[in-house]
């Protein structure tokens, strides 16, 4: 009875000293408040125990998620970011992501994962490890979102023994749901800014969707409609060209998909095009329109309060046109700007499409600033005389640059929104001639100050508004 008791003891430290050897330590992320101290774990399992220098083993890495949050897949869709995973030498290591989840956040559609997800990825143990135990630091860098998305930020910590014999890990078998490969080949084809996919017939079910590989193939956020086995899919609008190739998943309602990556091909008919179907004179309009509708957006709203402000104050005589001549030229400027240097970009090689700058965060961190500047001022918690305050418009004697600024900072501000009619516009002027695709933004440029183009050249309309007054004050703090 002894003898069972003892070997029982041995055998299970070294059941213990293997597990050790093997896994990190889960590692919990917090949420927004307090009591939100553990909603994301992770942990990183190695598929031996025992490694020698030089060998490949296989990483599991687990996230356990409470109700409600989710991470990214690979390609993360209208907003996020993927994970990544980098070895002690800072190399991202190629992570398999599992099928994803579709996840609908209107206006915006996402793909990812909820409550628990497993990633593996083959990891080199490195030649120069000397013999014994070690631990090596894995860094975790990934997105989680509810309600609110936080960056987190982690480093995992793998225990492993390195020997002249390897010794695999018995237990290590991650659960990962992966796409098979299709039953039949698929069919791909464009039409303007719609593409079909002809799938085999035992994939042509209601509710199957195209998930694509990369950012900028699909609109991920249009309904995918299936007729009969032809799936149709709207292209990304802000592209210059198709996409020569389909990559990506067919995903059915019952969680199961399949890799897809064929050839797209220009389809025949009488709308076939590599450009919209349609000519510059409904270019023209759709811009214009579109400049009309960027004047209700919420990224732009604040800043034409400020003009509608201005206007207040300068209502009477020459000065009331010379301001809003002004705010326009300010706008058309901004405008010709981003044509040319898109122009420029595409010339030399680059995909660009509306809103490119805000890829870089040196751009978006300046325009945080500016805007925190701006609301602060209107809270009167100080006062920048001829300079920043000049950008909205609420200096006490604004000059005819102010207004001209006002427009340049209107357009700024609209470039993360996108509106009716915006995207067939600006794909068409992407894709035509340069004096085409400056004739585009133009009339988008007009859109977006007509309204203040008809309070110029119809002064009666500004009966309508209100006398100036203590409410100004008011109305500027409501701004800030």
Request: aromatic share 8%.
């Amino acid at each position: 009875m002894r003898l069972f008791v003892l070997l029982t003891v041995i055998f299970a430290n070294l059941g213990a000293s293997t597990l050790f050897a093997q896994q990190s330590a889960w590692v919990a992320s917090s949420g927004i408040t307090e009591a939100e101290t553990a909603v994301l774990q992770q942990r990183l399992t190695a598929s031996h125990g025992t490694v020698t220098p030089g060998q490949t083993i296989s990483l599991a890495w687990d996230f356990s998620l409470q109700p409600g949050w989710h991470i990214y897949w690979q390609n993360a869709g209208d907003s996020g970011l993927p994970p990544e995973l980098r070895d002690t030498t800072n190399t991202i290591l190629p992570l398999t992501f599992p099928v994803p989840e579709v996840i609908a956040l209107p206006p915006v559609t996402n793909y990812g994962y909820h409550k628990a997800v497993t990633f593996t990825a083959p990891y080199t143990i490195p030649s120069n490890l000397p013999q014994g135990t070690t631990t090596l630091p894995f860094k975790a860098d990934f997105l989680y979102c509810k309600d609110v998305c936080l960056p987190g930020r982690a480093t995992l910590e793998l225990p492993l023994t390195v020997a002249t014999a390897a010794v695999a890990n018995l237990g290590f078998a991650p659960v990962q749901r992966l796409p098979e490969a299709l039953p039949s080949p698929v069919q791909a084809t464009y039409q303007g800014l719609t593409a079909t996919l002809q799938l085999p017939p035992a994939l042509a079910v209601e509710g199957v969707q195209f998930i694509p590989h990369e950012d900028g193939i699909i609109d991920d956020s249009a309904p995918q409609v299936l007729q009969g086995a032809t799936l149709q899919l709207n292209l990304d609008n802000q592209q210059s060209t198709p996409p020569t190739q389909l990559k990506g998943l067919l995903r059915l309602p019952n969680n199961e998909a399949y890799t897809v990556d064929v050839p797209l091909t220009l389809g025949t008919g009488p709308t076939a095009s590599n450009a919209l179907t349609f000519g510059l004179g409904t270019a023209l309009l759709f811009a214009f329109l579109a400049g009309l509708i960027l004047n209700l957006m919420p990224c732009v709203l604040p800043v034409l309060s400020l003009k509608i402000l201005s206007l207040v104050k300068h209502h009477q005589g020459p000065a009331r046109t010379a301001h809003t001549l002004a705010y326009t030229g300010g706008v058309l400027v901004s405008f010709w700007a981003f044509a040319a240097v898109i122009t420029v970009l595409q010339a030399s090689g680059a995909s660009l499409g509306w809103g490119f700058h805000l890829q870089q965060p040196l751009v978006v961190a300046g325009l945080m600033l500016l805007m925190v500047g701006l609301a602060l001022n209107f809270f009167g918690v100080f006062t920048v005389g001829d300079s920043l305050t000049r950008l909205g418009g609420v200096g006490k004697a604004e000059r005819l640059w102010g207004s001209a600024a006002t427009g340049v900072l209107a357009v700024v501000v609209a470039t993360p929104c996108t509106v009716p009619f915006m995207g067939g516009a600006v794909a068409y002027a992407l894709t035509q001639s340069v004096g085409e695709s400056f004739a585009v933004f133009t009339a988008l440029g007009l859109g977006m100050a007509a309204p203040f183009l008809l309070l110029a050249t119809q002064p009666k309309l500004l009966k309508f508004l209100p006398k100036p007054g203590a409410w100004m004050v008011m109305f500027k703090h409501a701004l800030g």
